[in-house]
């Protein structure tokens, strides 16, 4: 009985299960194969793992096989390798010259056993891998770079003493001047050695084992800036520059700057730059004489006394001086011209230190204080008391400045032209340097006295002296012993000292406080006995004392004196007491020292004579 026909459903399931079943033998096919495929490579990679205490095989280091060595094997063929290169120089090349060095010059050394621990880490893994990577490098193989080592401090020493050799700077081009011709010279590129580069190779090339040709160290280039055509423009400027004269003029007068001076001072501008100018020590002597030309030099405000004795302002007077950059900008216009060269002495106001203006604000109008005192005595002490008048003379004080006497004079030296004349020294009238300076003090003490200034600093005569006021003198001695007095106005005070033939006047200027000063002198009275003075005297017999009745001599006196100093209110400002205590001036007393005769029956003449005297 035949089948019955299929349908199309039916037909259509069929063909997806025969796919199906197609498919599952495929897959089967496929994972059969594969694990054959991964069963055949796991086989390899165990045939080639080889061992692991060994180096697989294709490694080099530096060139050198160590494939199939233990590590400790490795390590010392690459030793016994390198042995004889330690000590074998290498040829390096730095522009024309050559240098050669020896690994052990240097410092350079290799860590074998870390560069074969490197190399031995290529060939490593786990079972079959191993074998797989060592498959690898069997084929294509693998060069491994040495672990070195060196001294930088030395290499870089080395590198600097090539640098030193071979080094060219560059030269920019110039412009050079032969009298007042100008030329360009051509400059030259220059190079430099790449220190840090150089190094590196050469510790690279002394650190291989198999060496090798020269080793050709890097050089950088430097190129100059400045060109011949950069200075083109400069030097057309220059040649019209130097072409003829520059005249100079101010108001009526004229002068005249040379090519050859125009050439000692102008200066090549700077790279990038076409401008000219003029500058160094040339320029500075040629305005300095073109300064000469046109200078006046400013007048200081002063002060002057007129006739009715007040003090006034004499004014300050503008000067001018020639200003050099804009008179050198000038110079340079001019001189760019082909014709009419003309420039101008440019000048600029020099104003004085001490205006005008300054002056007046000063309150210099009046009589502060004054005093005068009558001098005479040999013409040495004369000269001495003209000399330091006139180096406290004009001297300014400023508001709560203090004047101090030594420091206005300074060290009273014969350099200074003080002569000997008499002088107290240790509470005894002598000669000495300098003698009659205390004429001048007592003076400037009395004046500060009498303005109402404060006194800070004041000491009496050790002698006292009659030809000064009484317990109003003051003696100095540089540099301790000094006559000092403060300005307590609210202005200056200017300090002027007139001497005459016989006397000297101190008078101090400002702006009067409006004080009265009241004082009052202590009479002179005696404070002990007259000293004796003994003194040897060998023609008088032994013991015998005589004092010469005709001497003179004095006890020791004192005095004080009570001054008090009033505002314009009335108010007491100051009131103050200066002591004065004078030694004696001692009577001379003659002892005698002359031993009496051997002979008791000798008759004393000497004796005899004293008596009748």
């Given at each position: 009985m035949d089948a019955a026909p299929q349908t199309a459903p039916q037909a259509a399931h069929l063909k997806r299960r025969l796919r199906q079943a197609r498919l599952r033998k495929a897959r089967r096919w496929f994972l059969a194969a594969l694990v054959s495929v991964l069963a055949t490579a796991v086989a390899v990679g165990f045939a080639f793992a080889g061992s692991a205490g060994t180096i697989a095989l294709g490694i080099t280091v530096a060139g050198v096989p160590i494939g199939g060595l233990t590590t400790d094997e490795a390590v010392r063929a690459l030793q016994q390798h390198a042995r004889a290169g330690v000590d074998k120089p290498q040829t390096f090349l730095a522009g024309e010259q050559e240098f050669r060095f020896t690994a052990r010059q240097l410092g350079v050394s290799i860590d074998w056993r870390a560069s074969v621990?490197?190399?031995?880490?290529?060939?490593?893994?786990?079972?079959?891998?191993?074998?797989?990577?060592?498959?690898?490098?069997?084929?294509?193989?693998?060069d491994v770079m040495p672990a070195i080592h060196s001294y930088d401090t030395i290499v870089a020493s080395a590198m600097k003493a090539i640098a030193l050799k071979v080094d060219r700077p560059r030269i920019p081009a110039a412009i050079s001047l032969q009298g007042v011709e100008p030329s360009i010279v051509p400059g030259r590129t220059g190079f430099v050695l790449d220190q840090q580069a150089a190094g590196i190779a050469v510790v690279g090339a002394l650190a291989s084992l198999d060496g090798g040709g020269p080793v050709v160290l890097p050089l950088r280039v430097e190129g100059v800036r400045v060109t011949v055509a950069s200075l083109a423009p400069v030097l057309a400027k220059l040649r019209t520059m130097l072409s003829a004269p520059v005249r100079l003029r101010y108001q009526a007068a004229y002068a005249a700057v040379t090519p050859a001076q125009l050439a000692s001072m102008v200066e090549v501008p700077a790279p990038g730059s076409s401008a000219l100018t003029l500058g160094g020590p040339a320029a500075d002597?040629?305005?300095?004489r073109l300064s000469k030309l046109v200078d006046r030099p400013p007048t200081d405000a002063t002060f002057d006394v007129?006739?009715?004795?007040?003090?006034?302002?004499?004014?300050?007077?503008?000067?001018?001086?020639?200003?050099?950059?804009?008179?050198?900008?000038?110079?340079?216009?001019?001189?760019?011209?082909?014709?009419?060269?003309?420039?101008?002495?440019?000048?600029?106001?020099?104003?004085?230190?001490?205006?005008?203006a300054q002056a007046v604000a000063m309150g210099i109008n009046e009589v502060v204080g004054t005093y005068e005192t009558t001098y005479g005595g040999i013409w040495n002490r004369l000269q001495n008391v003209r000399l330091v008048a006139k180096l406290v003379d004009d001297h300014f004080i400023a508001p709560g400045q203090t004047f101090s006497f030594n420091r206005a004079t300074g060290e009273r030296s014969a350099a200074k032209g003080f002569l000997q004349a008499p002088v107290i020294v240790n509470g005894e009238l002598q000669t000495g340097l300098g003698g009659g300076v205390c004429q001048v003090s007592t003076t400037v003490f009395n004046a500060a006295f009498e303005a109402g200034l404060p006194i800070t600093a004041r000491t009496n005569h050790a002698l006292y002296i009659s030809h000064y006021p009484l317990g109003r003198d003051a003696t100095v001695d540089y540099p301790g012993t000094d006559l000092q007095f403060k300005n307590d106005t609210d202005h200056w005070i200017w300090l002027r000292t007139f001497i005459g033939d016989t006397s000297l006047r101190v008078t101090l200027y400002g702006t009067s406080p409006h004080?009265?000063?009241?004082?009052?002198?202590?009479?002179?009275?005696?404070?002990?006995?007259?000293?004796?003075?003994?003194?040897?005297?060998?023609?008088?017999?032994?013991?015998?004392?005589?004092?010469?009745p005709d001497q003179s001599?004095?006890?020791?006196?004192?005095?004080?004196?009570?001054?008090?100093?009033?505002?314009?209110?009335g108010k007491v400002l100051y009131d103050s007491v200066w002591y004065s205590g004078y030694l004696g001036v001692p009577e001379i007393m003659r002892v005698g020292t002359k031993a009496k005769p051997v002979n008791p029956g000798a008759t004393d003449t000497t004796g005899a004579i004293i008596a009748l005297h």
């Open positions: 621990e490197q190399a031995r880490r290529h060939g490593d893994g786990f079972g079959a891998m191993r074998g797989f990577r060592r498959l690898e490098l069997r084929f294509a193989g693998k002597r040629i305005l300095a007129d006739a009715s004795g007040r003090p006034v302002v004499v004014p300050g007077l503008e000067g001018r001086t020639l200003d050099r950059v804009k008179t050198s900008a000038s110079i340079l216009a001019a001189a760019a011209q082909q014709t009419e060269r003309l420039g101008d002495l440019v000048v600029a106001a020099a104003l004085p230190k001490h205006t005008t004080r009265k000063v009241e004082s009052t002198t202590a009479p002179l009275r005696v404070t002990g006995a007259v000293p004796i003075k003994k003194v040897d005297d060998p023609t008088l017999p032994k013991g015998k004392q005589v004092i010469d001599s004095s006890p020791p006196m004192g005095t004080s004196v009570h001054r008090i100093v009033y505002d314009e209110t």
